[in-house]
């Protein structure tokens, strides 16, 4: 799971946006500007028949700081991206 879910930067972030994009889901901003440290980030590939789907997940920052609900506080009622 992205830890950034549970980040206090996670509507400025800009690895967090480019997850967005990767993802294809909507941006919780238009306009990032947080450049975090040394974000570290898992891509998994499952192929299925002849898709190739890739899951990105960042599991290490240095500029982490833990704000816990901090995703579904800004998206009420939607379900934690996993």
């Given at each position: 799971m992205c830890i950034c879910v549970n980040c206090h930067f996670v509507d400025q972030c800009i690895t967090y946006h480019a997850v967005?994009?990767?993802h294809q889901q909507p941006h919780l901003?238009?306009?990032p500007t947080f450049e975090p440290q040394q974000p570290t980030i898992n891509v998994n590939i499952r192929n299925s028949a002849e898709v190739i789907?890739?899951?990105w997940d960042v599991v290490g920052c240095a500029s982490f700081k833990e704000e816990?609900?901090?995703w579904s506080r800004l998206r009420p009622g939607e379900l934690v991206p996993t």
């Open positions: 967005e994009t990767q901003t238009d306009t789907e890739m899951e816990v609900g901090k």
